[in-house]
T-cell receptor
């Protein structure tokens, strides 16, 4: 299995531009998570989906952030318009909803820099 | 409020030495606790998992302990190697599957 796939791995953009981050979860996993990681705040859960349905988006910082999961094998996190304070590493993770250990498998992350 | 506190924030040790990382939590209802290792530039990877009834769990040179009464866990690394340099994140999961992450301990192993 290729694991969780994220693209792009690095993104540098100017303030005000739209940014779209992509994630392909592990096949067979039906829960998907988006996290943001910074030195100051550590790992923060932004949103998670069960069976393609958003369950908890309370971590989404503001309306500039949106996430979709149109099918079981693809999700996007969009920031529009982007701001310098959005600079962080964004991780996608997936797991089987019925895994008693609730282990999440993380992707390699997308390092976003907004100038 | 469910919280996970880790200490120390960072740690530097010499290769071959042992070290212990701490994790205190207030998360409830408790289901299990995981330690993740995050190498620089990569996503976290699970090292160990412990349920309520488990006191200790080993994975090679990594040994995790859990005291569910005091809500404390530790991760002990024996005979450290340069490749152990990473961030170690404690995660506590509730019965509903909700995860609360600690801020991590950054370990640097020097030759």
């Amino acid at each position: 299995d290729a694991g969780v796939i994220q693209s792009p791995r690095h993104e540098v953009t100017e303030m005000g531009q739209e940014v779209t981050l992509r994630c392909k979860p592990i096949s067979g996993h039906n829960s998907l998570f988006w996290y943001r990681q910074t030195m100051m705040r550590g790992l923060e859960l932004l949103i998670y989906f069960n069976n393609n349905v958003p369950i908890d988006d309370s971590g989404m910082p503001e309306d500039r952030f949106s996430a979709k999961m149109p099918n079981a094998s693809f999700s996007t996190l969009k920031i529009q318009p982007s701001e310098p304070r959005d600079s962080a590493v964004y991780f996608c993770a997936s797991r089987r909803a019925r895994d008693p250990g609730y282990e999440q498998y993380f992707g390699p992350g997308t390092r976003l820099t907004v100038t | 409020k469910n919280q996970v506190e880790q200490s120390p924030q960072s740690l530097i040790i010499l290769e071959g030495k042992n070290c212990t990382l701490q994790c205190n939590y207030t998360v409830s209802p408790f289901s299990n606790l995981r330690w993740y290792k995050q190498d620089t530039g990569r996503g976290p990877v699970s090292l160990t998992i412990m349920t309520f009834s488990e006191n200790t769990k080993s994975n090679g040179r990594y040994t995790a302990t859990l005291d569910a009464d005091t809500k404390q866990s530790s991760l002990h690394i024996t005979a450290s190697q340069l490749s152990d340099s990473a961030s170690y994140i404690c995660v506590v999961i509730t019965n509903a599957g909700k995860s609360t992450f600690g801020d991590g301990t950054t370990l640097t192993v020097k030759p």
